[in-house]
């Protein structure tokens, strides 16, 4: 009883330093001092940086060591390479089942979503670090989905992707298998550069969600075209 109890109203936040694309390594300061973090963006001037145990630093790229500068320099040249001019970054997931606890949804891999959110409802929250710059106004806006390759994990129907209320972006058809592209409205966070931004996903017959453990997590960022 108690454990059907927990599945139908607990929800769990399962917060972790980026987005799966960069992996821990260690840094040095000017003053050669050591410190291990993960990086969380870059965003030419500064760089976000998840230390090891010690919180979110903030850091100005002329402070770190030629090493860390040719760190940060390929990867603003990787993601000019995916025409991607700001990414956010994913800060932490909630999702409730009445049929599976968040801790066994993230161990299987899967967040199974449905218009029923008693059966599965995901939110994503992701955060902004740095300054959007301006060359993001007005063009194409990504929210990046795995969606597993597994019996029910795709939907015919449409997914739809709400932020503050309204909905931003929908999607018709998830095929199983790999990363799916989702288009949002442009500048929907207005003038906010300290944005926390919530989406819930739905799907009218159920899709299921690849979770940030896995080879796709979930991403957010914006492009550098308009399509």
Known sequence: MNRLFYC????????????????????????GNDFSGTLLWFDGEHAFIKRKGKGEATVEINNLSAADRKYLIDFRLAKSSENIAHEFVLESIRYSSRDMSPIAARKRGIYFVDKDQEKGSLELIFKNRGKIPESAKGKRVVLKVGVADTKGAATKD??????GGRIIGKRRGLKRGGYRDITLASDFWGDDQSLELVFLINSHDGAGIMTEDSSHPPRLFVKTTTK
């Open 8 to 31: 139908l109203i607990a929800y769990l936040i399962f917060s972790f330093s980026s987005n799966g694309a960069e992996s821990e390594r260690n840094w040095s300061d000017g003053n």
């Open 158 to 163: 449409t997914l739809l992707i709400k932020y």
